[in-house]
């Protein structure tokens, strides 16, 4: 299955965001929700299962300079096996312009025995541009081991590199649960805040949770590796506009958990 997805924001010129395009065809939909804090709210809804092995879906994101965008997916995906040999494959595409923000907060993405996935996102951010991008993966579902998953994430800031990320798990990624990489946890993900209103933490590591400057930008990056999605989401969980909790879980008290 292909599918392609796109969602273009601007600024209404009141303070708010308008969706000038939304686009999607199954399994990509999406839905506008409402305004949440200030910005205009999006669902991914999965018209099918999967991702199967050889789907080929895309979404492109385009938030012009002002507006704000944040994008929800409704469940978790589950990347599944399918014909012999193929390969699926979701791609993300954004760009944030000047003065633009984007938090790109979908749930896990779960790699079922069997499968074969490729997560590909590029993030291109204007000078100015602020950004929460949460990635999350489970390895596998309840009881098994996981197939074949490749995570890769690309982010410039104004024209520079910012974060180049890349994280395969799976029977063709020998050492992926050993001490170098996830040591046996069945859980792990990142997010990286960009904001330029504010400088970037200074670092740190407790536990499984580790809290890093970047180089290129006024950014943050945490990492985290958990033994379940719960607890995983406990240390990933973003900053709001008020600057409280989006999730309504309680994180455990951490001085690495985003503030």
């Known amino acids: 299955m292909r599918a392609l997805a796109r969602l273009v924001a601007r600024a209404d010129g009141r303070g708010g965001t308008v969706l000038v395009e939304l686009h999607g065809e199954t399994p990509l939909l999406l839905r506008q929700t409402p305004t949440d804090a200030g ?15 050889g789907d080929d879906l895309r ?12 994008v929800h997916t409704v469940a978790a995906s589950i990347a599944l096996p399918g014909r012999p040999g193929a390969v699926s494959r979701m791609a993300v595409r954004a760009v944030v312009r000047t003065g633009a923000t984007l938090h790109w907060l979908p749930e896990q993405l779960v790699a079922a025995a069997g499968c074969a996935h490729l997560a590909e996102s590029r993030i291109d951010l204007a000078a100015g541009a602020s950004l929460h991008w949460r990635d999350e993966l489970i390895c596998g579902r309840y009881g098994e081991t996981p197939g074949g998953a490749v995570v890769h994430t690309h982010v410039d800031y104004a024209g520079r590199p910012l974060l180049r990320q890349s994280l395969a798990v799976g029977p063709q990624a020998p050492g992926w649960a050993g001490p170098a990489v996830l040591d046996g946890a069945p859980a792990t993900g990142s997010l990286l805040v960009v904001d330029p209103s504010r400088p970037a933490a200074p670092p740190t590591a407790e536990g499984s949770v580790a809290r890093l400057p970047l180089a290129g930008g006024p950014a943050t990056l945490w990492t985290a590796t958990a033994p379940d999605a719960h607890t995983l989401r406990t240390h990933l969980c973003p900053p709001s506009i008020s600057g409280r909790p989006e999730s309504r879980s309680r994180p455990t008290p951490s001085t690495t958990t985003p503030p």
Do not use: D, K, M, Y
């Not at 910005?39 to 092995?53: D, K, N, Q, R, W």
């Not at 979404?59 to 944040?70: C, M, N, S, T």
């Open 39 to 53: 910005f205009a709210t999006v669902h991914l809804v999965g018209g099918a299962a999967g991702p199967i092995a």
């Open 59 to 70: 979404l492109e994101i385009e938030v012009g300079p002002g507006a704000a965008v944040r």
